[in-house]
């Protein structure tokens, strides 16, 4: 345990955070495809007060991604259908990556991808070409936005598997794999990632979802549906994460509309070792930071003095347990 002495004399709550064999500062993470490779949300936000920074989802080659309309609002959230546009590995890691080595922090690369092998080349061209702060990768097996890969693996038991064993043996770093909820059930596919080898999973990707002007009779988005996410799925989010929590003993990572510390508490209760705040970035681009800086006063408040203490604390009566809930 880490706590330290304030001026005030009483024990500061440590919030640091151990994911497979590597140390955050905090759990707080900003979500892939929410906070770009930070260079934009650099001027609002301190990036080094976040436990670190999801980049956004990068393929071998570069992508355009969907041609407009892309980005909706909606009650309590917005839907997007970007389409995985990014600038490919290789200016990733010639300028993405080393921008995001000078802050103290960690970073997790987000790879989207259509084949096994594609998944595989990505990864082994960050790898080759890795800053000190990089601390694994994130796989986004749960992408609703495109045609080809993405989602083809993620609502795909044996493809889950089969794609954590192959990335699994490519890299000793941190592995998660990024789960969709646009499933029956997201157990099979937790205990798919474990069993393979994954240091974690993160849940969720956006869901399925549409909107339409009612006086053209158009779908709003040009792809018809898009991924939905922000405050609207948070109910939703937090009970893939305590399915997920359930099912399996890997770490899990909590996503989905979080804009406040007492949001991203709800999602420690339920089971989650780290949380991901995504959407709300777009109207706070340090809404991490407020996450993370409030989530240490809540647990001074509540004289909770580690993470440890909160995270899967969630109190079930005995009876509804044993019933299966
Ligand atoms: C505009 C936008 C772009 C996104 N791009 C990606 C992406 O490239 N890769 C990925 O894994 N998730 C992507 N996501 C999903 C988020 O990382 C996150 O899982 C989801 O939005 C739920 O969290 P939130 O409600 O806090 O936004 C994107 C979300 C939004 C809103």
Redesign the pocket.
Known sequence: MNTSLSSNGTVAPDVSVKLGNISFKNPVLV????FGYGAEAKQWCDIEGLGGV?T??VSWNPRMGNSPRR?VETAS??L?S?G?A?VGVHTFVKEKLPYLAQFDTKIIA?I?ASSMEEYRDVLEHIEANAVENLAGY?I?I??PNVKDGGLSFGTNVERTEELTTLLRAATDRLLII?LTPNVTSVAPFAQACERAGADAI?L???LVGMSIDIYSREPRLNTVTG?L???A??PI?LAQVYQARKACSIPIVG????VSAEDAVEFFIAGASMV?????N?VWPDAGVRVADGLTKFLKEQKIAQMSDLVNSLKIRAELKAAGW
């Open positions: 979500a892939s495809g929410t999801v956004k989802s980005i959230g917005m997007n970007i995985l990014n987000n989207a994130e986004n749960s992408c990024k993160s969720i990707n956006t991924g996410s922000g405050p799925v948070k989010a996503i989905g509309g979080i991901q705040v995504g959407t709300a777009f």
